[in-house]
């Protein structure tokens, strides 16, 4: 995706999320970026629900987030937030 048709910029980020669905249960993983609109993860070998998916996100202690599979590549995947 050209960064050109971003809505929001990125900032790169590190920290661990815990995500869970049915299919996967809970996994924890690493963030590379995160803007206004969602982030990105590394998911290398970790099974992830195919694009389209809303996946339940938290970071350390905070409140649970929904987050849509926005985007799938070898290293991992774009995670769009939903309300």
């Given amino acids: 995706m050209d960064d050109e048709r971003r809505a929001h910029p990125r ?6 999320i815990k995500v869970s669905h049915e ?3 809970t996994v924890v993983v690493k963030t590379r970026d995160i803007s206004d609109g969602g982030m990105f ?7 992830i629900p195919p694009v ?10 905070g ?12 290293e991992g995947i774009g ?3 939903v309300e």
């Fill in 23 to 25: 299919s996967i249960g």
């Fill in 11 to 16: 900032t790169p980020y590190e920290c661990l």
């Fill in 41 to 47: 993860v590394i998911t290398e070998n970790i099974e």
């Fill in 79 to 81: 995670l769009k937030f």
């Fill in 63 to 74: 409140r649970p987030i929904k987050m849509k599979v926005v985007r799938i590549v070898d």
């Fill in 52 to 61: 389209g998916t809303i996946v339940d996100g938290q970071v350390q202690d």
